[in-house]
């Protein structure tokens, strides 16, 4: 069936270091891919997210590129802020019948220092 | 709009109670999902519903039960709760791709 991969956390950087979070995919068809971000006490919401391959979605100075050539959909900030400390989540999208099953990575817990 | 809502936000159970949890969505959303989140794992999709009336199993169903009477509404019940469903459960509604995410119900399982 289909999987995501993360990289193993906790991350730890100090503010303004350049982020990078892992992410590789397992999938029969072409999903789409998503970041979600849980911040503390919260459910998830949407970061980002790509439909198909060599798109790159954006948002708040993140960034992730569909990669197919290498099932990837690595997450990347340049300058990473205190408040951007929060749970990271890689997940794709299995349609069913109009509904999107999303299947989630592990998570990566990101903490910035000041 | 409040978006997504669960009800209750917290709850202890023991083994063998049982217990509903409610979501409510007032965005007219077709489709609606129930989540597990376990320490490092990630979620899991329990149930989905592509429609009012209609029901399918996830990725990890047993044990729980699912209803969508009105559009709005998608009820998690737990018949005979086990220490195994202790978990913080999400409820997600979506339109297009995007799913968006109620606050969270942390259940324990004594």
């Known amino acids: 069936g289909d999987s995501v991969t993360q990289m193993e956390g906790p991350v730890t950087l100090s503010e303004e270091a350049f982020l990078t979070i892992n992410c590789t995919y397992t999938?029969?068809?072409?999903?789409?891919l998503f970041w979600y971000v849980q911040y503390p006490g919260e459910g998830l919401q949407l970061l980002l997210k790509?439909?198909?391959?060599?798109d790159k979605g954006s948002n708040k100075g993140f960034e992730a590129t569909y990669r197919k050539e290498t099932t990837s959909f690595h997450l990347e900030k340049g300058s990473v802020q205190v408040s951007d400390s929060a749970v990271y989540f890689c997940a794709l999208s299995d349609p069913v019948e109009g509904a999107q099953k999303l299947v989630f990575g592990q998570g990566t817990r990101l903490t910035i220092n000041p | 709009n409040a978006g997504v809502t669960q009800t209750p936000k917290f709850r202890v159970l023991k083994t063998g109670q049982s217990m509903t949890l409610l979501c409510a969505q007032d965005?007219?959303?077709?489709?609606m999902y129930w989540y597990r989140q376990d320490p490092g794992m990630g979620l899991r999709l329990i149930h989905y519903s592509v429609g009012e009336g209609t029901t399918a199993k996830g990725e990890v169903p047993d044990g729980y039960n699912v209803s969508r009477l009105k559009k709005q509404n998608f009820l998690l019940g737990l018949e005979s709760a086990a220490p195994s469903q202790t978990s913080v459960y999400f409820c997600?509604?979506?339109?297009?791709?995007?799913?968006?995410f109620g606050p969270g119900t942390r259940l324990t399982v004594l």
């Open positions: 999938a029969t068809g072409y999903p789409s």
């Open positions: 965005m007219n959303h077709e489709y």
């Open positions: 790509a439909t198909k391959a060599d």
């Open positions: 997600a509604s979506s339109y297009g791709i995007q799913q968006y």
